[in-house]
């Protein structure tokens, strides 16, 4: 077991009086929210990359992060070193589960079979801690984006062999995530998209996508892995446009080519601010297609437009995000991942800590304020009858699909005008929101 954190003990529930920075104040695992304990409703996951390999590097400087039992060097023993530290501070933070990339958690080698032996040797540690620990695995994903051999894309470069290294390389982070029990899988096209259209065979690249994604659900079956796959949309960055750019090109792809039965989606805040959207937005869309799976929990910079990956805190954030979830019946093999990294100047072991925290809490008020609101009912009552004019009449006639443009026609010319409309009353929705923040 490792010691890395001696001067800190287990993060437990204080209340909000607490004064104490290593305390959560909102954050109640057992305290049951509409029927379920916060721990379920919640799923907090602890992501590998910027958590354990987050150096604070910028394209400006240096990384800055000091990380006292890391010995810098890309040895299997610092890597299965590092394994253990990462399960003390999960396991001191309460979070039930994590997530990773395979390459964050294991050194690649010269040759995909040395990548694989690495691997190999490191998910051995990762067994032996998430037995000790009881913490679980939420998704693995790969990372065929940072190697220079994915500079035009994985599955959709224009060069086949790099298509067949990335499908080598999911094919055995799907073989790991299995052999761990992970709860699911993600694909994040980190350089599936373009730089310039001048190179770029748009259809081609599409379709390949879509073969490599049918080649995984056949794995899936093969294997036996009974996890949910996940698509992770993002519009930029690295590459100019992403083909998995939001909720909705993720859902049309998916259903162009007959993938939707097999994926939801994991959605990311900034990368819906990114994309132009509010988180709102993006869970809204996904949840309306029965496709909601999953969220990487971070928040951008609203000065700053790139992927910042900021603990979230704001609790209107956390509200409207909650409110959403629970609309769509909450996570089902989901949760809520701490997709979110420490600024370059919080360079603290510590500041892991209080990260995490402060994002924990941060999502348990908006799932307190979000379950209140619908336990209070004015919200949802408001819809409905802004609706009211669909559920008789000529609503319920076009609703049920018996009356078309001629009867529609009859109807108007017999009436001369429609019924008035009601205020929309955005301004008092607010303020009813104010009221239990
Ligand atoms: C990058 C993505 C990435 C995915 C996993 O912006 O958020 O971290 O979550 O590949
Ligand atoms: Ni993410
Ligand atoms: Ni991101």
Not at 155 to 163: L, P
Request: neutral net charge.
């Amino acid at each position: 077991m490792s010691n890395a954190f001696k001067n800190i003990s287990k993060i437990r529930y204080e209340g909000s009086a607490s004064k104490n920075p290593l305390a959560f104040k909102h954050y109640n695992p057992d305290e049951i929210v509409a029927g379920k304990t916060m721990r379920d409703h919640l799923r907090f996951a602890v992501v590998y990359w910027h958590t354990f390999r987050g150096t604070g590097s910028d394209p400006f400087g240096a990384g800055t992060m000091q990380r006292p039992w890391d010995d810098g060097s890309n040895s299997i023993k610092n890597a299965q070193n590092r394994v253990r530290v990462a399960f003390e501070f999960i396991e001191k933070l309460g979070a039930p589960y994590y997530c990773w990339h395979d390459r964050d958690v294991a050194p690649e080698g010269k040759t995909l079979s040395e990548s694989n032996k690495n691997f190999d040797a490191v998910a051995k540690v990762l067994k032996e801690e998430q037995q000790r620990t009881g913490i679980k695995l939420l998704w693995g994903t790969a990372n065929a984006f940072s190697h220079p051999r994915y500079a035009h894309g994985a599955s959709t470069s224009c060069n086949a062999d790099v298509f067949a290294y990335a499908a080598s390389q999911v094919k055995k982070a799907m073989e790991v995530t299995h052999d761990l029990g992970g709860e699911g899988y993600t694909f994040w096209g980190g350089r599936e998209g373009y730089m310039t259209l001048l190179n770029t065979d748009l259809k081609r690249e599409q379709e390949h996508l879509a073969a490599f994604l049918h080649m995984a659900v056949n794995y899936k079956k093969k294997i036996g892995f009974k996890g949910q796959f996940y698509i992770e949309p993002k519009p930029k960055e690295p590459t100019k446009h992403q083909y998995d750019s939001d909720s909705a090109a993720c859902l049309n792809f998916l259903r162009e080519h007959d993938l939707l039965p097999h994926f939801k989606l994991n959605i990311e805040t900034n990368h819906a601010t990114l994309a132009g959207h509010t988180m709102q937005h993006e869970l809204e869309v996904a949840g309306a297609a029965n496709a909601l799976g999953s969220i990487d929990a971070n928040t951008g910079d609203e000065l700053l437009g790139w992927d910042t990956d900021q603990f979230p805190t704001n609790i209107y954030l956390t509200t409207y995000t909650m409110l959403s979830v629970l609309r769509y019946g909450g996570f089902k093999t989901g949760g809520v991942n701490f997709d979110a990294k420490v600024r370059r100047e919080s360079f603290e072991p510590i500041d892991l800590f209080y990260a995490h925290i402060g994002g924990m809490d941060a999502f348990a008020r908006g799932l307190k304020i979000a379950a209140a609101i619908r336990k209070d009912g004015r919200l949802a009552e408001f819809v409905k009858n802004r609706y009211a004019s669909w559920d008789s009449g000529i609503g319920a006639k076009i609703e049920s699909g018996k009356v078309g443009f001629k009867e529609l026609e009859a109807y108007m010319l017999k009436q001369g005008e429609a019924d008035a409309n009601t205020s929309g009353r955005q301004e008092f929705l607010e303020n009813l929101i104010n009221e239990f923040i």
